[in-house]
């Protein structure tokens, strides 16, 4: 038996120990992508276990999340700190080896995937990375950046939609240097894929411009994966499909059926699976020490490659200073010196200017003030306002759009794919993104999104048109429960900027925040510059823009809404009622501050009404009544929308004159943030 079928088998048996150890998780795709795994990780993918952050390493990708057992015992085979301990705990609270990989949990995980199809998409972002990077600090016999994307996927990643839009774009970008295997089992939960999953996968691929080969025999034929992983690499115009043939569970009583799929194989199946490949059957969770010796060999050489990397870096600091410093801060996830000048500041002076005009602003000075911002918009650049003046759009050279070399990119309708994307090129280090789509897109790709916030990114989702302030395009595209979703969902900021100050603001904060994605709620009516807006405020999420001494009502509000509640004061202070006026930009910031400060500016017995031009959901914590909508929205124009849905300064106005004499009548107002709170 040479030693790579030895290594096969030993992952085929312990994928099958560790699954029944914890009596859950999915043993069959690890047992029949063995061989691919063996021959990706000992010939081709370059991961230094004592260095996991080396920048020029090879990036792998396991699309197909649900089979992460085979990911843990590679690094575990590796040098990476993952344990047979680790692998013990599978599945178990705690543990670093969860039920599908996760990027904040385990060392050498590149992207957390779970959802199907969303690690292919996010291979797609890692490979857009690593051109625009290799394009920024390349130089004449330096290749700084030359990493390979290797991924591996299966039959449900070929099925979800944000797979399509993702590789449609890789095609168009003619990336040479994204590999995918695709682990052609037909084999899906519901059994095999000729149920409803038929299409020619490989005619799809070559309409989108990829490379596509096939391995007949991916069960035994492991110099055909090699070879074709070898053409793959030669095609530098095009990515690569490899698409191999495998069965499911190779070696179980149930293999090539669905069986194996989800469930752990029987403790006499796994007996007969030892015996199958040469493994004491009574023995659990083992690996020979010839299989170590073999992996710590590759992980040697890869340790080898690093350090002529780090050699060549040395070499290229003294000849390009610049960009190697540029480079180092970048690695280590500092922002330039003095960015935050650069950030445009308004008085009430200034003009009316829609938020998105103004986020245009503050991009054209962090485009230049902050060399590694890279945005795009799924093909609504006109209306999102988010490419800057002298942008160049990241393009192949060959078709003359651009280079690679550009920050600007054309993600075309393709929202789900677009943010997907954007988590990818995030996790490659060196690079935020943003992009920009309607508020109320947001959702068509709300699983990446989610998964920004699950894996601790910092991307920034440039969301105008933000509320039923849009007009005309009506309910379809007036978001209303959006950011009631945004705001519920942890480790992510939702902003809703009422000005140019704290457009600013937002964006300051969105960057300061490096480990969790933000959204900017941006809106397509003009808006005035008002007096109190400041960019530092921003950051404490809620402050007083304006009040009187001893305020009778407070209103607070985001956004479009916080003139209206200005002007709502207004017409109160005309009738001798102390008011004060809250902005709210960042709900989840405010929640941040201590209670002393927010109430210091939600006082005790004081009432409170809010407003703003989406859900009334997730309101009352900060108000006793709300102003907002419980219906879905309307088509008209903008004014008369806000009129028909009594989101108007007089409303507020009487709203907030109901709610004082209410609790004239009823007694104390409620305290909003008791001293005391159950424990979350």
Known sequence: MSIDERCINTIRTLAADVVRGANSGHPGAPMGLAPMAQVLFTNFVRINPKNPHWPNRDRFVLSNGHACVLQYIILHFMGFKVSMDDLKAFRSVGSITPGHPERTHTQGI?????????????????????????????????????????????????????????????????????????????????????????????????????????????DHNMQSIQQAIEKAKTVTDKPSLIKVHTTIGFGSLNQGEEKVH????????????????????????????EVYDHYHKRAAQNAQYEEEWNQLLQKYAKEYPKEAADLNRRMTGKLPDGWEDALPRYTPQDSAVATRKLSEAVINKLSEAIPELIGGSADLTGSNNTRWKNAVDFQPPSTKLGNYGGRYIRYGVREHGMFAIMNGIAAYQGLIPFGGTFLNFLTYGW?????????????????????????????????????????????????????????????????LHSHMPSILSLTRQNLPQ?????????????????????????????????????????????????????????????????????????PKGVPIVSVEALSTFGWAKYSHAQVGMTTFGASGQYPDVYKHFKITSEHVRDVAKDIIQYFKQHGNVPELFPQYAPAS
């Not at 199907?116 to 490979?127: E, F, P, R, Y």
């Not at 000729?194 to 007949?216: C, L, P």
């Not at 194989?265 to 493994?279: A, H, N, T, Y």
């Not at 969301?463 to 009631?484: F, K, R």
């Open 262 to 289: 989800g469930a752990p194989l029987e403790p006499d199946d796994i007996r007969q699976v030892k015996e199958k490949f040469g493994f004491n059957p009574d023995e659990k969770y083992v690996v020979p020490p």
């Open 530 to 602: 008002l007096e109190g807006t400041s960019i530092e405020a921003v950051c404490k999420g809620g402050y007083i823009l304006q009040s009187d001494d001893n305020p009778d009502v407070g209103i607070v509000a985001t956004g479009s809404e916080v003139p209206i509640a200005v002007e709502a004061a207004s017409f109160l202070r005309k009738e001798g009622i102390k008011v004060r006026v809250i902005s709210m930009p960042c709900t989840e910031l405010f929640d941040e501050q201590s209670r002393d400060y927010r109430i210091s500016v939600f």
């Open 110 to 218: 590149e992207v957390t995937t779970g959802p199907l199809g969303q690690g292919i998409a996010n291979a797609v972002g890692l490979a857009i990375a690593e051109q625009e990077m290799a394009a920024t600090f390349n130089k004449p016999n330096y290749p700084i950046f030359d990493n390979y994307t290797y991924v591996i996927l299966g039959d449900g990643c070929m099925q979800e939609g944000v797979q399509s839009e993702a590789c449609s774009l890789a095609g168009h970008l003619q990336l040479g240097k994204l590999i995918a295997l695709y682990d052609d089992n037909h084999i899906t939960i519901d059994g095999d894929t000729a149920v409803s999953f038929t299409e020619d996968v490989v005619k799809r691929f070559e309409a989108y411009g990829w490379h596509v080969q096939i391995v007949s025999d991916g």
């Open 447 to 511: 699983g990446a999104a989610r998964l920004s916030a699950l894996s601790a990114l910092r991307v920034m989702y440039i969301m105008t048109h933000d509320s039923i302030g849009l007009g005309e395009d009506g309910p379809t595209h007036q978001p209303i429960e959006t950011l009631a979703l945004t705001r519920a969902t942890p480790n992510m900021l939702t902003f809703r900027p009422c000005d140019g100050n704290e457009t600013s603001g937002a964006y300051r904060c969105a960057l």
